[in-house]
């Protein structure tokens, strides 16, 4: 069976540090990747999705970066935290599937970050 | 326009049907509707998805208008641990998640 692994599940951080949290998936081969992060009482926000590796598709501009060094491995990264950036962030995975429903998301536990 | 509008919250009662409502009137011929929910503190949980037939799994049942512009999400006897925030998104790759419906299941 597929599993989705995150870490930290929470981090504090200083405002101009740098960030990095990394997903990864087991029991599936090139998996659609997906970084969301939820501010406080709010909806999910897209940030990044990625359909293989090196490809990376940016949703909202911002100092947030990913990258997808191996084919079920996905990173997030800042060179420097804003007080903005606090927030859930969560990844996801789904099938690289030709059929549209096998489009249905898989998220992981989540990483809990708060910029001090 | 790929969003979705849903109601900010609803109640229902232990162990009566919860109908969560949402309206995709953008939606085109081949998307599918997706529903998640999200219980405090966790990551989102795949429900159930359709196309235009109504679907019916071991969590809940969709119910797709004729025309696909809307949907309702049935969990027939629902219990205290379905409190929790449901999303219903729509697309391929990529979805857009809005801010869901807020169930709270009351005793």
């Known amino acids: 069976s597929q599993t989705i692994h995150q870490w930290p599940a929470t981090l504090v951080q200083p405002v101009g540090s740098p960030l990095s949290l990394e997903c990864t998936v087991e029991?599936?081969?090139?998996?659609?990747l997906y970084w969301y992060r939820q501010a406080a009482g709010r909806g999910l926000q897209l940030l990044f999705y990625?359909?293989?590796?090196?490809?990376i598709s940016s949703e909202v501009p911002q100092n947030l970066s990913a990258s997808r060094p191996q084919d079920r491995q996905f990173i997030l990264s800042s060179k420097k935290l804003l007080l903005s950036d606090s927030g859930f962030y969560l990844c996801?995975?789904?099938?690289?599937?030709?059929?549209?429903?096998?489009?249905?998301?898989?998220f992981g536990p989540g990483t809990r970050l708060t910029v001090t | 326009d790929a969003k979705t509008t849903q109601p900010p919250s609803m109640d229902c009662a232990e162990g009566r049907a919860a109908n969560l409502p949402c309206n995709h009137s953008?939606?085109?011929?081949?998307?599918?509707v997706y529903w998640y929910r999200q219980i405090h503190s966790q990551g989102p949980q795949y429900i159930i998805h359709?196309?235009?037939n109504n679907e019916t799994n071991e969590m809940a049942s969709l119910i797709i208008t004729e025309d696909r512009k809307s949907s309702t999400l049935i969990l027939p006897h629902a219990t205290l641990r379905d409190t929790a925030v449901y999303y219903c998104?729509?697309?391929?790759?990529?979805?857009?998640f809005g801010t869901g419906t807020k169930l709270q299941v009351i005793p």
């Open positions: 996801a995975w789904s099938a690289l599937g030709v059929r549209e429903r096998d489009y249905e998301q898989y």
């Open positions: 953008t939606i085109s011929g081949n998307e599918y």
């Open positions: 998104t729509r697309g391929y790759q990529k979805v857009t």
């Open positions: 029991g599936t081969s090139n998996p659609n």
């Open positions: 990625s359909v293989g590796i090196g490809q």
């Open positions: 359709g196309l235009k």
